[in-house]
């Protein structure tokens, strides 16, 4: 795993434990491909 990966997934774990019914279900079902690109993209070069 790389550096952004290791974020992405500490991102993605912290956003699941604090959101309940219709945002975590988007969150789970609904992150694929383009929103990882994106916070690849954008999001990583910035924090």
């Known amino acids: 795993?790389?550096?952004?990966?290791i974020?992405?997934?500490?991102?993605l774990a912290k956003h699941i434990s604090m959101r309940g019914g219709e945002r975590l279900k988007?969150?789970?079902e609904g992150h694929g491909?383009?929103?990882k690109?994106?916070?690849?993209?954008i999001?990583?070069?910035f924090r």
């Open 1 to 5: 795993m790389n550096e952004f990966e």
């Open 7 to 11: 974020a992405h997934e500490a991102f």
């Open 26 to 28: 988007r969150l789970k």
């Open 33 to 35: 491909h383009a929103e």
């Open 37 to 41: 690109y994106f916070l690849e993209q």
């Open 43 to 45: 999001w990583s070069p």
